[in-house]
């Protein structure tokens, strides 16, 4: 049938080219895309797997860079732990030389200066083994003493700060601190400064016979009293700790376990109400306390306070580090764990170690074997942890690289197709641009032929 008003083959062609047309559009997005799904229209089914496998690959991809990080932590612990040992085995042959009866007393004192030396080396590396803002080598308990808070948390550098004197902890100076100033003016009121190692030992301030230990509330008159009323954990100080005077710098100079202490001394009968101390470095925690019982005025500077460059014990975090090894961490089986290896000198046992008296090389001998077994563990353990993480990335690279698959199948273009079925429909679309061309001159024939009948 030929029809004027209605070209029913044009409108079949201006379909088909129409169609034809959107394929084609469809295959220059995917060839140029390189994505077989470009909208949701394409395959809505296959746009919602591919999404989910492309948070997996994320996923994954976050977890292998989290196991780098627990590995690079577990590293620089194990480092640190191997200076440790290395300073252990010296301290060894420093004490098997010491048993040797061919030393004199003068060699015995040569070799524990040495031996001392090592020891600070060890608590130095313990404190000076940082990662992430974390110590892996410093226990949590050695980062807090007690209630009281370091001294930068208490202090700012360089700033006038007022506080109540008595009989309490101010605050402590963490192990590693370096170059501390302090100037103490008590207003005419007798505060002293005193300083304390954890255990009990008085480095810096009066003697218990003094007044302003005697007098008013504080009642400490000898040093069961200082114990029974002082010496408390929540102050900072060990369980065990005793009172010990025999080290104490009431003016002048003086040196401990390699802390040089600068003191003005007591100035109170002079009218003299300011008080100076300086310390070189700290070697181990030490408590300061203003005894006292009215107010004073202090100002502290230092050049470093702990191991860390924060405020707050040390500036550093605690606790364990808990490292995930799963792309869906919900239990507790989706983490490797690291619990700190605390490696200091306290927690190794040789605080109090020594080869002089030559009496005191025989049990240091003791303690070193018992502290090199101590770190040759927690190395071990660091060991563990590594090919645990070193495990958990093969088998979550494994995992990646497997849902890349999954998912490159689904959405990635297929190009040798692709290019073959564009190849396809552009012969196509020329064929149905020449077939349209003719079903528009339909009409123009139709006319035609009612004109020759006509005439």
Do not use: C
Not at 82 to 109: H, P, T, Y
Not at 246 to 275: C, Q, R, V
């Amino acid at each position: 049938m030929l029809s004027v008003q209605t070209n029913k083959y044009q409108l079949g062609v201006s379909r088909n080219l129409a169609e034809n047309q959107r394929a084609l559009d469809t295959s220059y997005q995917r060839l140029s895309s390189g994505s077989r799904i470009n909208s949701a229209a394409d395959d809505s089914a296959g746009l919602q797997i591919s999404n989910r496998l492309s948070v997996a690959i994320e996923a994954g991809r976050q977890v292998n860079r989290n196991l780098n990080d627990g590995m690079s932590y577990a590293q620089i612990a194990e480092g640190g732990l191997s200076q440790i040992s290395d300073a252990l085995q010296q301290m060894r042959a420093l004490a098997i030389q010491a048993k040797n009866g061919v030393n004199s007393e003068s060699d015995i004192k040569a070799l524990n200066k040495e031996f001392q030396q090592l020891k600070q080396h060890i608590e130095a590396t313990a404190y000076g083994t940082k990662a992430f803002n974390r110590l892996p080598l410093v226990g949590d308990d050695e980062l807090k003493v007690g209630d009281v808070d370091s001294i930068d948390a208490v202090l700012q550098n360089g700033v006038s700060t007022r506080l109540p004197s008595g009989l309490r902890s101010i605050a402590y100076i963490p192990a590693g601190s370096k170059q501390l100033d302090f100037r103490l003016d008590s207003y005419s009121a007798d505060d002293d400064v005193q300083v304390f190692t954890r255990s009990g030992k008085h480095l810096v301030g009066t003697p218990l016979t003094d007044g302003v230990w005697t007098a008013g509330v504080n009642g400490i008159n000898n040093a069961t009293d200082l114990k029974n009323y002082f010496f408390y954990e929540e102050n900072g100080y060990t369980a065990d700790a005793s009172y010990d005077g025999s080290e104490l710098n009431s003016e002048g100079s003086s040196s401990y376990n390699g802390m040089t202490f600068e003191f003005s001394g007591d100035k109170h009968a002079s009218d003299d109400y300011i008080e100076t101390l300086t310390i070189d470095t700290v070697n181990e925690p030490l408590i300061i306390s203003v005894v006292g019982s009215g107010a004073f005025e202090v100002v502290g500077t230092w050049n470093k306070i702990g191991s860390g460059e924060g405020s707050g014990p040390n500036g550093t975090e605690k606790g364990p580090v808990n490292i995930t090894a799963s792309i869906n961490p919900t239990s507790e089986q989706d983490f490797i764990t690291m619990e700190k290896t605390p490696a200091t000198l306290s927690a190794l046992g040789l605080e109090e170690s020594s080869l002089d008296p030559i009496e005191l090389a025989e049990q240091a001998f003791a303690e070193i074997d018992k502290a090199l077994n101590n770190v040759l563990d927690k190395r071990s353990y660091y060991g563990a942890k590594l090919n645990a993480m070193q495990s958990a990335q093969r088998s979550v690279n494994t995992a990646v690289t497997e849902s890349m698959g999954a998912r490159s199948r689904i959405k990635d273009t297929d190009f040798a197709k692709e290019s073959a079925e564009l190849a396809s429909r552009q012969i196509v679309q020329e064929a149905s641009t020449s077939i349209l061309a003719q079903a528009n001159a339909v009409p123009e024939q139709v006319m035609t032929l009612l004109n020759e009948s006509l005439g």
